[in-house]
């Protein structure tokens, strides 16, 4: 019995420790299954040499001042923040870095882009700041270049550039292309240096124009600061090392793309969102607030914006930003509840604007509201005959204060009119007295005028004789 529990004891230790052995071969299989997976995730889609060298270009220049908006000019602000992205970048291990210019000077696209490609520069990084026509949009955006594998570079870069940019506050507006009449890369620099063979983009780190994202770009240090952000995503997209800094991007992660095609949520959405719908949910018309639900849709882009119109489409308010909007991924919420306060004695007439990644819009079905909110008090009715019982308790009761105050301006102007009439009256009985005071001023001239008479007539009477 006691070998018979020895041997049943040896076979459960044996089987404990195949056991073992079976867990760590499916330990260490999904082991190198998640790191093929993040060794995928991780892969840099531009191949590199041993040394980098990297082109920033400040935008504008010269005669070609930029954007001119809230007392900035672009062509100095861009030129601030590459010189800090130049000096962040000299920090990294292995690396050349060039500036198309460092001069206040006029320098074509083309040239940039030839400078660029005479110092075999692995990428060039233009660098700006945006503004709209109708000063109303606001958030970062990146374009890259439509042509494959170029696209893809932009897109890895422009999504370490931008997660940046959210991670500060600003809205992301996406990596972006855009095709000019002749179907190829609409902006110069782009086209240009991808006709060279030398991948481009363009940052666009916020709006200047726009009290929202005004708000980054006040001053010196903060274009600076983006300066040192960009070096920063440009250092992640390269896996450089940096022995003063004590950072090493080497093995970093970057968004995982098909190589062989383009990414799809850099491609132009030339169409509107499909449909935009509001619903009632609930209203309060004494406090003048109303709520309604939401809902939109574009299958090709992300939504980045809403507005809003009270009076069926005539004006819109500000946009603001979509809810879960995430234009690097293409996604955002289905739909969100509207809260929105209406001014008194309104019967609005609602009707909402979904935009997407390039500014195309759907509006609403109209949400017609059958009620006033907020309506103005009716008018005290007149006095009439007293009421009593019933018809008393119906009556609705008036500020004290309310009827002095009505009282007192009945009062002043009762006043007001026996002052006017005593002046009158004061006025006509003074030119009544004026005029008896001439009338008998003139009596009295006429009366010494006839003694007078009379005694010249008596004088020559009284010489006759």
């Known amino acids: 019995m006691s070998r018979m529990l020895a041997g049943q004891k ?14 760590a071969v499916i330990v260490v299989m999904l082991s190198g299954f998640f790191m093929s997976q993040k060794i995928l995730a991780a892969s840099r889609l531009q191949e590199t040499a041993e ?6 270009d400040p935008g504008h220049g010269g005669e070609n001042r930029g ?57 060039l990084f233009s660098i700006h700041y945006n503004a709209s026509e109708n000063h109303e949009l606001f958030g970062s955006e990146v374009w890259v270049s439509s042509v494959s594998p170029y696209n893809g570079y932009g897109y890895q870069f422009g999504y370490e550039f931008l997660s940046d940019m959210r991670d500060m506050g600003l809205l992301v507006r996406g990596v972006k292309t855009r095709l000019g009449s002749k179907g190829t890369d609409y ?20 709006h200047v124009d726009e009290e929202r994202d005004a708000v980054y770009c ?106 879960g909007s995430d234009a690097l991924r293409g996604t955002n919420d289905d739909s969100f509840h509207l809260q929105l306060t209406i001014p008194p004695n309104t019967a609005p007439e609602v009707i909402v604007r979904a935009y997407n ?56 102007e009762k006043l007001s009119l026996y002052q006017f009439v005593m002046i009158s009256l004061f006025f006509i009985l003074a030119m009544l007295l004026i005029i008896v005071a001439f009338q008998y001023a003139a009596y009295k001239k006429r009366k010494r005028h006839r003694l007078y ?7 020559i009477w009284n010489q006759q004789k």
């Open 10 to 23: 040896h076979m459960t230790r044996k089987g404990c420790f195949m056991r073992k052995i079976i867990c």
């Open 67 to 123: 954007t001119i908006e809230n007392n900035h000019e672009e062509k100095y602000m861009t030129m601030t923040t590459a010189l800090a992205m130049y000096q962040e970048l000299l920090l990294y291990d292995d690396v050349e870095v060039y500036l198309t210019h460092t001069d206040d000077v006029d320098m074509s696209l083309k040239e940039r882009a030839a400078f660029a490609q005479s110092v075999d520069a692995d990428f």
């Open 187 to 206: 902006y110069g620099i782009i086209r240009e240096s991808v006709t060279l063979g030398i991948p481009a983009v363009i940052i666009e780190h916020c």
């Open 357 to 412: 990644m390039y500014d195309l819009y759907r509006e609403s079905n109209p949400y017609i509201s059958a009620r006033v909110f907020r309506p103005e008090p009716e008018p005290l009715p007149s006095a009439g005959p007293t009421l009593t019982g019933e018809d008393a308790a119906d009556i609705i009761p008036v500020n004290s204060d309310a009827l002095g105050q009505s009282a007192g301006a009945e009062e002043d």
């Open 218 to 323: 006040e001053n010196e240090e903060q274009l600076k600061a983006f300066g040192r952000t960009d070096a920063a995503a440009v250092a992640r997209y390269f896996g450089l090392k940096s022995s003063a800094l004590g950072v090493d991007y080497s093995d970093y992660p970057l968004a995982e793309i098909n190589a062989p095609s383009n990414v799809n949520v850099t491609l132009v959405d030339s169409t509107e969102p499909d449909f935009c719908l509001v619903d009632f949910v609930e209203a309060d018309y004494e406090e003048g607030t109303l709520e309604l639900i939401v809902s939109a849709s574009d299958p090709d882009s992300a939504l980045l914006y809403y507005s809003c119109s009270l009076d069926g489409g005539l004006t819109f308010g500000p946009r603001e930003a979509w809810p």
């Open 453 to 459: 008479r009379r005694k010249e007539t008596g004088d």
């Open 51 to 56: 040394k980098t060298v990297i082109v920033i």
